[in-house]
């Protein structure tokens, strides 16, 4: 009796079980109702009372060792489906789908707008030289966007930086190409701010050009009231307010009138009903020099937006960092933008 025990506790150590169905076969082998235990207690009942006093306790360790044996077995044996078992014309639990992004949307909107127009959208390159983002534009040499405070480097002397505008794409394209030219120019910038609710060290901008015979201030304005009623509504009225940057003369500030209906209204624009939304101008004889076209001969007008703050006035976000943080439950707001 005791070697029948010993021969049993061996082989059922060295038992291999792989798989859920092994590991039941070998449970009801040992431990069924006409198992190899079963059959060991019966054996049991039939020897000499002074005897059982030893071989009961090695009973019980072999039924533990057995049990131990098969809850162990069943959370290891791995569940391997049979190919026969897999039915391949079942329809697909389905994909979850995502949803564009706020400023990809805005963006080919934009940009959607001017192609209407005739402009022709193009891309330049984020990491760029001094030449196409500063000196080609007509940046005075202390300017401060030239510092290191306001712009990343990743050269210095020669200077090679991460754009600050997209201003930098006109510069290369009025370089590369004959006028009549008619661009729209979508891209991201980089600027060394610290992130906060209202900036950020990435964004994004779509800059516009056109440079042809005897354009005027005129067809800016309008083109850029066209561009506001196709964005924000028909009944939109836009301002511009005199301004100044490097390359364009002169400049000018737009504004749509956003309303005073409601506290919010009151708040975003600061009492008066208008929102700044984008900076234009002329573009300044220079910088038509600099890029190898006659001023005297061609003339144009330039302007330049930020996507996130557009946006921001769409969707009614408080907040810039959302762009960026990729948080589904902002980001599922935005089923169905296309
Ligand atoms: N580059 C300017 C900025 O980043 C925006 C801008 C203003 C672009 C006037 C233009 C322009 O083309 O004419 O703030």
């Given at each position: 009796?005791?070697?029948?025990?010993?021969?049993?506790?061996?082989?059922?150590?060295?038992?291999?079980?792989?798989?859920?169905?092994?590991?039941?076969?070998?449970?009801?082998?040992?431990?069924?109702?006409?198992?190899?235990?079963?059959d060991l207690?019966?054996?049991f009942k039939?020897?000499?009372?002074?005897?059982?006093?030893?071989i009961?306790?090695?009973?019980?360790?072999?039924?533990?060792?057995?049990?131990?044996?098969?809850?162990?077995?069943?959370?290891?044996?791995?569940?391997?489906?049979?190919?026969?078992?897999?039915?391949?014309?079942?329809?697909s639990?389905?994909?979850?789908?995502?949803?564009?992004?706020?400023?990809?949307?805005?963006?080919?909107?934009?940009?959607?707008?001017?192609?209407?127009?005739?402009?022709?959208?193009?891309?330049?390159?984020?990491?760029?030289?001094d030449?196409?983002?500063?000196?080609?534009?007509?940046?005075?040499?202390?300017?401060?966007?030239?510092?290191?405070?306001?712009?990343?480097?990743?050269?210095?002397d020669?200077?090679?930086?991460?754009?600050?505008?997209?201003?930098?794409?006109?510069?290369?394209?009025?370089?590369?190409?004959?006028?009549?030219?008619?661009?729209?120019?979508?891209?991201?910038?980089?600027?060394?701010?610290a992130?906060?609710?209202?900036?950020?060290?990435?964004?994004?901008?779509?800059?516009?050009?056109?440079?042809?015979?005897?354009?005027?201030f005129?067809?800016?304005?309008?083109?850029?009231?066209?561009?506001?009623?196709?964005?924000?509504?028909?009944?939109?009225?836009?301002?511009?307010?005199?301004?100044?940057?490097?390359?364009?003369?002169?400049?000018?500030?737009v504004?749509?009138y956003?309303?005073?209906?409601?506290?919010?209204?009151?708040?975003?624009?600061?009492?008066?009903?208008?929102?700044?939304?984008?900076?234009?101008?002329?573009?300044?004889?220079?910088?038509?020099?600099a890029?190898?076209?006659?001023?005297?001969?061609?003339?144009?007008?330039?302007?330049?937006?930020?996507?996130?703050r557009?946006?921001?006035?769409?969707y009614?976000?408080?907040?810039?960092?959302?762009?960026?943080?990729?948080?589904?439950?902002?980001?599922?707001?935005?089923?169905?933008?296309?």
């Amino acid at each position: 009796m005791k070697k029948r025990i010993e021969r049993m506790l061996a082989e059922v150590a060295e038992t291999e079980l792989n798989s859920p169905e092994e590991v039941e076969i070998f449970r009801v082998a040992y431990l069924g109702r006409k198992g190899k235990v079963k059959d060991l207690m019966m054996a049991f009942k039939e020897i000499p009372g002074d005897q059982k006093r030893e071989i009961g306790p090695m009973l019980n360790t072999l039924k533990q060792a057995i049990e131990h044996r098969v809850s162990e077995a069943k959370t290891t044996a791995v569940v391997r489906p049979k190919a026969s078992g897999v039915d391949a014309t079942r329809p697909s639990g389905g994909v979850p789908l995502g949803t564009h992004h706020p400023i990809q949307v805005v963006r080919r909107e934009i940009v959607d707008i001017f192609q209407n127009m005739g402009f022709a959208a193009v891309e330049g390159p984020e990491i760029e030289d001094d030449w196409h983002v500063f000196s080609g534009l007509n940046f005075p040499p202390e300017h401060p966007a030239r510092d290191m405070q306001d712009t990343f480097f990743v050269e210095r002397d020669p200077d090679i930086l991460l754009r600050t505008h997209t201003s930098s794409v006109q510069v290369r394209e009025m370089e590369r190409r004959e006028p009549p030219m008619r661009l729209i120019m979508p891209g991201r910038v980089f600027r060394n701010e610290a992130i906060s609710a209202r900036a950020h060290c990435m964004f994004h901008q779509v800059e516009g050009l056109y440079i042809d015979k005897e354009v005027s201030f005129a067809d800016l304005k309008q083109t850029l009231l066209h561009f506001a009623r196709c964005f924000f509504g028909p009944d939109t009225d836009i301002r511009l307010r005199p301004s100044y940057f490097p390359f364009t003369e002169p400049s000018a500030e737009v504004d749509v009138y956003w309303g005073l209906k409601t506290e919010v209204d009151k708040r975003i624009t600061k009492g008066t009903g208008w929102l700044e939304i984008l900076g234009c101008g002329m573009v300044d004889p220079n910088v038509l020099k600099a890029s190898g076209i006659d001023p005297e001969v061609y003339s144009g007008f330039a302007f330049g937006m930020g996507i996130e703050r557009i946006a921001m006035l769409r969707y009614q976000i408080g907040d810039l960092r959302h762009f960026f943080e990729n948080d589904r439950r902002f980001l599922d707001q935005f089923v169905g933008e296309r």
